[in-house]
């Protein structure tokens, strides 16, 4: 059973920064692109960014470019997300995701492209 536990949400400010982690199961990290998605109220859960298996491949929803930054550390199991510039409409509950496909780049900017999901985090921005 691969196990993704996502960190790091809460209440925040207008312009204040937040950093989300995801860590997951040991042996199904390496090799697969990871994603993040949120889901805000009474809307369709959407992508916000995905990096590749190396790391060295980024993307990023229209929305957040230039204010996050999505990362990994293949040693630790470890995706993150770092979130800067927050707006109130990034309030969501912000969840990671394993791809699919073992070495695929790009990574998907599709829910259905994802086959493991963390529980979710709560990011609330406060204007």
């Known amino acids: 059973q691969v196990q993704l536990v996502e960190s790091g949400g809460g209440l925040v400010q207008a312009g204040d920064s937040l950093r989300l982690s995801c860590a997951a199961s040991?042996?199904?990290?390496?090799?697969?692109?990871m994603g993040w998605f949120r889901q805000a109220p009474g809307k369709e859960r959407e992508f916000v960014s995905a990096?590749?298996?190396?790391?060295?491949?980024?993307y990023y929803a229209d929305s957040v470019k230039g204010r996050f930054t999505i990362s990994r550390d293949n040693t630790k199991n470890t995706v993150y997300l770092q979130m800067n510039s927050l707006k109130p409409e990034d309030t969501a509950v912000y969840y990671c995701?394993?791809?699919?496909?073992?070495?695929?780049?790009?990574?998907?900017?599709?829910?259905?492209?994802?086959?493991?999901w963390g529980q979710g985090t709560q990011v609330t921005v406060s204007s």
């Open positions: 990096v590749s298996w190396t790391g060295g491949y980024t």
């Open positions: 995701a394993v791809d699919r496909g073992i070495y695929n780049n790009p990574p998907s900017r599709a829910s259905t492209g994802y086959v493991y």
């Open positions: 040991r042996g199904f990290f390496s090799g697969y692109a």
